[in-house]
Structures are given as structure tokens and as C-alpha cells.
């Protein structure tokens, strides 16, 4: 099993080295009161206020009568709690996390990279079940339970990427709760045969399809789009459609984007990734911008990138844009970067931000796990009752003081089991 972020790679544990969760016991969720947290079949029930004098449970003198020793209480030790980390846009089909280094070649652009993945992905047994389970294992290690992924859909791979990932995510148990995103990497329209592939994913149950710079990588915005709507629109599916393209140029794929969402009743349903042009566009440019997109229901995902300008994220959030984090690729063909913790990528997120504020850095959290429910088809993902009994305990003194320093994961619970413990993955 992968016990540490090192390139060793992992072979699978029995499952019942896992424990399920009935109480986890003084735990501070968001910082708050020292609480108890009840769980049944996978599902938060109570969170109640921890009583400090009730001894644990097994111990002699146990005060709580009907449970016995190792029935599922789990110990917290007043650690604060967050609810799990959401991943709302990763590649998990892609990653060679757990094999030897694959030094950077090919050209830089995404055209460079696209080429240079389709040259060298066969070598590395891109995509299969064992490198989408490494990468999905640091996920967890590191307190992501749900995440939304693009799985490259093409002309060469056709759909056989969703089957890995399905077989990865199942054969974790649901220690991740993972959605796809049928990717369309190599472009559509320029690829005959593609539009017919996305329908297929859909049909097949994939949540979302996904586009692809719509102008610089088929040059024709209107014609992918019109494919991407009449798709989403015939199996109820999601649209989520990475847009490089800056500037006016995206701003005018984003205006194309608003239309069909409108047109088609997608409120709700459709999200740009990345959206550079949205943090490049100055003034009342990006503010109306902005509001057509609230008005709309489109939601954005970014990777926090380095060397981009950043999202406005208050402007977004409060014209009712919600925002998601994710890791994009993890050390990939396209980059050697990335850990797939999503809590570091909170810390960046917020510095290029320039948050500092208390309130600014718990936002920054409440992107990256409660705020991101919609990203993995949730109604609710937080520490409150009838929410999925995903949580990540750190040792830290509030949020803001978890968000700068990105503790150690102390243990992560999904669907009410225990998946790691003390930098341990356990499935
Ligand atoms: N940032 C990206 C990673 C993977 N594929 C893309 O198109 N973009």
C-alpha cells in the first residue's frame, strides 16, 4: 500500500482493515465545540456537544451502557474537523504517480501537450486500473473523499478510461466518491467521430461530458458547443469544459455558454474549468461578465495556477459563481507537478488570492470541501447532519491555522469508515 508520498508502488490491502464509524468522538468541526459525531450507513445523524467527563467507550466505568468496546467509536482527541476534501477537477486517469520519473519532453501549449500524451501514454499503461488506484490512493491519504475527473474520451482510447476509473473508484470501496467527466482531450469537431463517443459516455452514465478550448483547438466555438448542448440536453447530463483560451476570445466562449445554458433550462449543470479570460477581463468588462454567469447558474473550477491572474473568487461567489479547487493533472504527461492534496492546494489557493483575513482563508476551505457539494452531485457535503460521514481530522488550532499550515492528516473518514489514519492509507 502506498504509506507515504514516495513512488513505491502499491499493491491492495483487505479491505477490512478498515473501520466503520457509529460515534467519532470529540472532534471540533470547523473549529468549534469539542462535538460528537454519530454515523449510520455512511451517513452523518447527530452532531452532538462532546461531554468531556463521559469516559471512552470500553474503558472500565464506561458510562455508555449499550455500546461495547471497538463498535465503532473513534476516537478524535478534540482535533479540528472538516468535512472531506472535493477534488472538483482532477485527471485521474493519467497520473504515473507510483512509477519511476517520466522527465518533461514535448512542446509546451496545450496542442503540445495533447501530442506528447498521445505519443507516450501506451508506455506508461495510460490509462489503467493501477495508476488511477495509486493516484486515487494519495487522494485519500490525504483527506480528499469525492472528486469530480476529466477521463480523456478519444479516438484512440474511445471509453476506455470511464471503465478503469469505475473499476479503480469500486475497487476502493468508496473511500473516494468519484464523477466523471467524458473529456474530449483531443478536441471534437476536428476529430469525425468524437460528438458520437461523448454520447455513448452518456448514455453509459457518465455525469458530465466535457469540451475543449471550443476556438483555438476545433475553431468553430459555436459548432462544439452546439454538439456539447444538444448532447447534455438529450441524457440530462452535466457540461464541464476546460477553456483555456484568454481574454476576449474565452470571454466570447463564456457569452456562448450562457446562451445555451439559458436556452437549454441547464442551470445549474454546466461549469468552465480554469476560465483564465474570467481573472484577465478588467472593470465592468468581467463584473457584467460575471453577473450573466450567476444569472445563468454556470459554475467555475480552478486548479489555482501559478502565473495566471487569479479568479476574482468574492466577485464570483457573490454573484452566485460557485467555485471549486481541484488538482488538475498529478504528475502527468503535461506536468511533473502536483501531489493530489488538496489541502496544500488551499494554501496556494488562498496566497495567490492574497487572502489573509480569517473569514478569506475559512472561504478558501469552504471551496475546497463543503462549498464544492454540487461539484460531486451532492446536496450536502459538511459536518451536519445527513451529510455524507466524510471528515478529515488535522491537529490545528482553527481553520485559518489548518488552511497556512496544511497539518498532517491525523485520520479521514469516508462514507463512515475509517480510509486513513496518521498519513496511512488503510483501502
Ligand atoms: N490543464 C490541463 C490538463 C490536462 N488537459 C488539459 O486540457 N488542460
Redo the contacts with the bound molecule.
Sequence with gaps: MSTAPSNTPSTTPPTSRTDTVTVLRDVRPWGGERSDLHVADGVITAVVPHDPAARAVGTPGSTDADTAPDAGVVEGNGLLALPGLVNAHA?VD?SWWGKPWVSYGGEPG?QG??AHERAHRDELGIPGVDVTLAVLRESVRTGTTAVRS?VDVDLGVGLRGIEVVREAAATLGGAVHVEIVA?P?DGVLRRPGVLDLLDQAAAAGAEHIGG??PASIDRDPVGQLDGLFAIAERHGVGIDV?L?DGGELGAFQIELMIDRTVRAGLQGKVNVA?GFAVGQLAGARQADLVAAMGEAGISMTT?APIGAAPLPLHALRAGGVPVGLGT??IR?L??PYGTGDLLTLTTQLARLSGFRRDEDLVTAARIASADAARFVGREVHDLVVGAPADVVLVDAQNVPDAVVRAPRRALVVAAGRVVARDGEVLV
Design positions: 485527471h493519467k496545450t501537450r495533447i476529466h473529456f482531450q475543449l478550448d476546460h483555456h480554469h486548479v488538475d493533472g502527468d503535461w506536468s
